[in-house]
């Protein structure tokens, strides 16, 4: 299979503003999807609402644009209905980890077999750019114009709370990180995190100041790296796979 052979090239070109990351983790998914040589009638994308979540439509397989928050049931009803299928899940931090939050504690403590790309922009941007669960303390949004007072949840805490589990974190700099970790969640027998570093320059960056799509890549860039050393619980700025098949410790 040819990363081509993924898309639909008829709803070519995408929503997303220029300067976007999205496209980025729709692109090296297509990647690690050839890479596997995953033939598209052995899979299903699932995304809910924002604009992360058009991703599912831009896939050339069966998909589900479902509602807002209801990717993950949505997604695991076709795989229990369907246990062959390949059942990937690509969706926003406001969809999976805010108004979805509660499906997201329950499709990872029953490890669910789905694999999950959440990109992680920190803010509701498709609505224009509100605080959500996953916004730094400090950063300013639409609705936090003094800068957010609460820290953000931790979806690393919540998805390896459970004995059994994969986490892993990438960023949109780092794109052969990035296809390498979605290839390996694809691969994992169970339910599979990605947490994918990304930024929305419209409706949140540049009220932060930034003046490009290029200057919130650039900051990922000095931002964040990929974790070098002993296993264990990335730190907040570390990329990496934090994983546990049940059987060890
Ligand atoms: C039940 C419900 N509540 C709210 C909305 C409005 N809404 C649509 S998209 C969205 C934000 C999506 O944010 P996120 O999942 O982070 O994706 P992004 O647009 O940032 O990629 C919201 C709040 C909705 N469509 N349905």
Request: hydrophobic share 35%; with cysteine.
């Amino acid at each position: 299979m040819n990363y081509k052979d993924y898309i639909k090239w008829d709803r070519m070109p995408t929503t997303w503003c220029p300067g976007c990351s999205i496209g980025t983790v729709f692109k090296q998914a297509t990647f690690a999807l050839a890479e596997l040589g995953l033939p598209s009638e052995e899979l299903t994308v699932v995304s809910g609402i924002g604009c992360s979540g058009r991703a599912a439509g831009y896939f050339d397989v069966d998909s589900v644009h479902s509602t807002h928050g209801r990717a993950l049931p949505m997604a695991e009803g076709i795989k229990r209905a369907n246990p062959r299928l390949k059942v990937l899940v690509f969706s926003g931090d406001g969809d999976l980890v805010g108004i979805g939050g509660n499906h997201l504690l329950h499709a990872a403590r029953r490890d669910v077999d789905l694999a999950v790309i959440c990109i992680n922009n920190a803010t509701y941007g498709m609505t224009g750019g509100q605080m959500a669960p996953t916004t730094p303390v400090g950063m300013k949004t639409l609705t936090s114009p003094h800068g957010s007072a609460y820290a953000p949840l931790n979806i690393q805490g919540i998805v390896t709370s459970n004995k059994r589990h994969w986490f892993g974190r990438s960023s949109t700099f780092h794109i052969t990180h990035l296809q390498r970790t979605i290839r390996e969640a694809l691969e994992w027998p169970g339910f599979a995190f990605v947490e994918v570093i990304g930024f929305c320059i419209e409706n949140c960056g540049r009220r932060l100041g930034f003046k490009s799509g290029h200057e919130m890549l650039v900051k990922l860039k000095t931002d964040y790296k990929p974790k070098a050393g002993p296993e264990g619980p990335l730190g907040e700025f570390q990329l990496g796979v934090v994983k546990n098949d049940g059987q060890a410790g």
